[in-house]
């Protein structure tokens, strides 16, 4: 039986025990944003290393960074002479909140259906477990064919801060001929799907203060300026009627879609009710004079992620608070520069603000957009992998999301990423109910057994 077929078989045969050691994964708490739960990092961190050492990995390390920490490892086919490949993954997931809003506890992973529910099932807890069980399946096959190395970080939830900078400085040490980052998705459970660009990320907090303290609206309302006032007011007006934003200079670098790509866009069953039915909204909205496709992954965007200011309590309290907040993101296209927009969002707000309010802009996030050379051999393997598990050819599509390490892998180390990942538009990414598509996620491991095999000619 040829080694391939032995490591599908050896996947098929240990489902149930791949599917119980991605629950002890998804137990741990590890959300990367809270201090509290900084144990809980450490011994996510800790079972990547040990389920490393199974894999028979070498030079496994727990690298420190200023916040949470960096688990690297290498495996080594004995032939220098065959690829290299970096498996990127993050072991850190998004708050659980509002915890009541789910239907079983978020960190006791719980099957109903075809589905595994828990906060990082799909994001991205499960696919690091398809890469080790695709890893494992062809070690029980015989040699593994190509060499690798494995990156995973703990802060992708609170935008990677020590990421480029931890790259930069182990730049020998990460050298590789491509990385395999499957932290993506699938447009639906029989449609295989490559992504091969991203829209990058600014993001920004914007403080308004007023007067010194909270005043009683009573006695002073009418008499001085109100920040909540004045924020919601800057805030409506950063769109117009057809949803285009009005920063200055925004849309000046914006690269046009190519004609080719527009065709290609144009065949993906991602039509209006695919879009309903995925979000649950009552009606879309967005930039006129482009697809529901194009306005989800090809063009810029700029929303509200929160806002605070007063009193936010239960029942009344009439005061006029002197302190108002808002968080804004923009989802950037090729060519924009995060920088450029900081630069653009400061001169609206110096343009609209008035005399009464002092303003601060505090970045959280910066990077560009990016993309993947369609034409790499690890796309092809990608593509070939996908092709034998589905049955199709897989369709290729831009992402809306920003993956910043995509483009630090390639800025820094000259790696092209081979985007790939098995969950759906569905699975309640960052929301409550997060959950995987049990199917899927076993198709994926297949998908990342052939994946690596085809590495090799």
Not at 101 to 124: K, N, V, Y
Not at 166 to 187: C, Q, T, Y
Not at 295 to 321: C, H, M, Q, W
Not at 417 to 434: C, K, M, Q, R, V
């Amino acid at each position: 039986m040829p080694s391939r077929t032995q490591a599908i078989h050896f996947a098929h045969q240990n489902q149930t025990r791949f599917l119980d050691e991605m629950k002890d994964l998804l137990s741990i708490p590890s959300i990367s944003t809270d201090p509290e739960r900084i144990p809980d990092i450490q011994q996510a961190a800790e079972w990547l290393m040990a389920e490393l050492k199974k894999r028979q990995c070498t030079n496994i390390q727990l690298m420190q960074t200023p916040k949470h920490p960096i688990v690297f490892a290498e495996l080594n086919c004995g032939d220098a002479s065959r690829p290299t490949v970096l498996v990127y993954g993050h072991y850190d997931v998004q708050p659980a909140d509002p915890l009541e809003l789910w239907q079983s506890a978020p960190f006791s992973p719980e099957i109903r259906g075809e589905h595994i529910f828990a906060r990082g099932a799909s994001d991205m807890k499960g696919q690091i477990i398809a890469c080790l069980k695709a890893i494992e399946s062809i070690q029980a096959a015989g040699e593994f064919p190509v060499n690798l190395k494995f990156l995973f970080e703990g802060e992708e939830e609170i935008g990677s801060p020590n990421l480029e900078p931890f790259i930069r400085s182990h730049v020998e040490l990460l050298k590789s001929d491509m990385a395999l980052n499957p932290d993506s998705g699938m447009i639906a459970a029989d449609i295989p799907t490559v992504v091969y660009g991203l829209r990058g990320l600014a993001y920004f907090e914007i403080r308004l203060r007023g007067q010194a303290t909270d005043l009683h609206s009573g006695l002073w309302g009418g008499v001085v300026e109100n920040p909540a006032n004045v924020l919601a007011s800057l805030i409506a007006g950063m769109k117009d009627a057809d949803h285009r934003v009005t920063l200055p200079g925004f849309y000046d670098r914006v690269r046009p879609l190519a004609e080719k790509e527009k065709v290609e866009m144009s065949r993906l069953p991602m039509d209006e009710a695919y879009y309903l039915q995925s979000t649950g909204a009552l009606a879309l909205a967005g930039e006129k004079g482009y697809s529901w496709v194009e306005l989800a992954s090809t063009r810029p965007t700029l929303d509200v992620n929160g806002l605070y200011s007063g009193f936010t309590g239960e029942g009344s309290k009439t005061v006029i608070p002197c302190y108002a907040m808002a968080k804004v993101s923009m989802r950037l296209v090729p060519d924009q520069d995060p920088e450029e927009i900081r630069q653009s969002l400061v001169k609206y707000i110096e343009a609209h603000i008035p005399a009464t309010m002092t303003y601060e802009v505090v970045v959280h996030a910066g990077n560009p957009a990016s993309f993947t050379d369609l034409n790499t051999p690890g796309v092809k393997a990608l593509e070939a992998a996908l092709a034998t598990v589905y049955g199709k050819q897989p369709v290729f599509k831009r992402e809306g999301g920003s993956i910043p390490v995509v483009l630090h892998m390639k800025r820094l180390l000259g790696a092209e990423s081979i985007l790939t990942g098995f969950g759906l538009p569905d699975d309640n990414l960052h929301a409550p109910n997060e959950h995987l598509n049990l199917p899927n996620w076993f198709r994926g491991i297949d998908t990342l057994i052939h994946f690596f095999y085809n590495l090799v000619k």
